[in-house]
């Protein structure tokens, strides 16, 4: 099977058996290590991505479902020269990880988060993010991050 779709804005075609998982394309045929696997049950959002703008859990996903999508992937956030998304900047600056092993996914839940409830409140933007697990912060750093890319981004308007 030989699917095309665009990963970080650049075109790819990726030959894989008809089962491949979205994940395991990422990871395995691309190299992008950014989007984690936390766990087998599509549970843990660690493997979150963009698929045409939305977060999807790209574990719970087959490669040719996403066939001609625009996918992004933690490494395609940040713009060409380095400067982070102000997502990923809001995590560094609130400190919104520790091991990190979530953040990937977590930036890119928050990202769409983002988009569709530009105004949630901290109860909204914790609720959003149930799907995305961390072992580390107990979230309120998250959720500050959140609240602060939010800002910023009212901000840029
Ligand atoms: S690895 Fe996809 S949800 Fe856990
Ligand atoms: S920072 Fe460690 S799991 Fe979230």
């Not at 599509?42 to 066939?67: H, P």
């Not at 992937?73 to 060409?80: D, F, K, N, S, V």
């Not at 409140?121 to 609720?127: G, M």
Request: glycine residues 8%.
């Amino acid at each position: 099977m030989s699917i095309e779709l665009t990963v970080n804005g650049r075109p790819r075609r990726i030959d894989a058996p008809a089962h491949t998982l979205l994940v395991q394309a990422l990871r395995e045929q691309l190299q992008l290590t950014g989007t984690h696997v936390g766990c087998d049950t599509a549970q843990c959002g660690a493997c979150t991505v963009l698929v045409d703008g939305r977060a999807i859990k790209s574990c719970n996903v087959l490669l040719a479902q996403v066939a001609g999508a625009q996918v992004t992937t933690i490494e395609g956030l940040a713009q060409p020269d380095g400067t982070l998304h102000p997502m990923q900047a809001a995590f560094k600056e609130c400190h919104g990880l520790q091991c990190g092993f979530c953040t990937p996914g977590m930036v890119l839940s928050a990202v769409d988060l983002c988009r569709r409830h530009p105004q949630a409140d901290a109860r909204e933007i914790r609720e959003q993010l149930e799907g995305n697990i961390c072992r580390c912060t107990g979230y309120q750093n998250i959720v500050r991050a959140v609240q602060q890319a939010q800002a910023a981004t009212a901000a840029a308007a």
